[in-house]
């Protein structure tokens, strides 16, 4: 077996950014349930559930500018953007896809290692700039409009109409809804099923120690 050892690849911001985001984000699909599904589900009860996702849209959107100035500001915006070519890039891309969707099962090494500026592998990489600078700002300015359609009446029409506006928050909610339950399931693929969720509560991902000579 070989041997571990512990790098410091989650600060304690990020950690804080994270449980945050999780804990609001399932919140906010509970609400929006009971909202969408008013008579149909009864988890609380209509009042209660459009004030507390009013109320947890702006910690999340609060939230979402935290993130965004501590990586901005700070040398930890590396880890989005590796020092990579295009073609290195897809090439990468493409290996840790076919380990995700065949290796695995095969019991062959991942392809990608772990260090304080590449903690994500390229698939991570790509996914989470595209949610996180793309999908979420939508969803956030789409939730801002139905929080006052009068308020932001010319955004709304600038959309095309609140039913257009309804219509993309209602997709992404699914898409994040699906999103909760695929990323436990790929943070579980570590070394052992739960070393990625003990690194984001101590910081400390356990790294495997490649053997002499590879």
Same mark, same amino acid.
């Given at each position: ?6 790098? /410091?690849?989650? +600060?304690? !911001? $990020? ?9 609001? #984000? ?12 008013? @008579? ?6 209509? &009042? ?20 965004? @100035? ?5 040398? &930890?915006? =590396?880890?989005?953007? !590796?020092?990579?070519?295009?073609? =290195? ?13 065949? %290796?695995? #099962?095969?019991?062959?090494?991942? +392809?990608?290692?772990?260090?304080? /500026?590449? &903690? #994500? ?6 996914? /989470? ?7 979420? +700002?939508?969803?956030?300015?789409? @939730? ?15 959309? %095309? ?8 928050? $209602?997709?992404?909610?699914? #898409? ?7 990323? !436990?399931?790929?943070?579980?693929? @570590? ?6 969720? =003990? ?11 490649? !053997?002499?000579?590879?």
């Amino acid at each position: 077996m070989n041997q571990m050892h512990k790098l /410091y690849v989650h +600060p304690l !911001p $990020v950690r804080i950014w994270h449980w945050t985001n999780a804990i609001s #984000f399932i919140l906010m699909i509970l609400t929006g349930v009971q909202i969408r599904y008013i @008579g149909m589900v009864n988890l609380m009860s209509f &009042k209660m559930a459009v004030d507390l996702h009013n109320l947890v849209g702006f910690v999340l959107i609060a939230n979402f500018f935290l993130w965004f @100035g501590f990586y901005l500001f700070s040398d &930890k915006i =590396k880890v989005y953007h !590796p020092e990579l070519s295009p073609m =290195k890039h897809f090439r990468d891309s493409f290996r840790q896809m076919m380990f995700y969707g065949y %290796g695995i #099962f095969r019991g062959q090494p991942n +392809p990608h290692h772990v260090s304080v /500026y590449h &903690k #994500f592998n390229p698939m991570q990489s790509m996914t /989470y700039q595209i949610i996180m600078l793309l999908l979420v +700002p939508i969803q956030f300015y789409t @939730g801002v409009l139905l929080w006052d359609v009068e308020m932001f009446e010319t955004g709304v029409n600038l959309f %095309g109409g609140v039913r257009v506006v309804d219509t993309v928050h $209602v997709l992404l909610f699914i #898409f994040f809804s699906a999103f909760i339950f695929i990323h !436990p399931y790929l943070a579980s693929l @570590g070394h052992t099923p739960t070393a990625h969720f =003990k690194a984001m509560f101590t910081g400390y991902e356990e790294i495997e120690d490649e !053997p002499a000579g590879h």
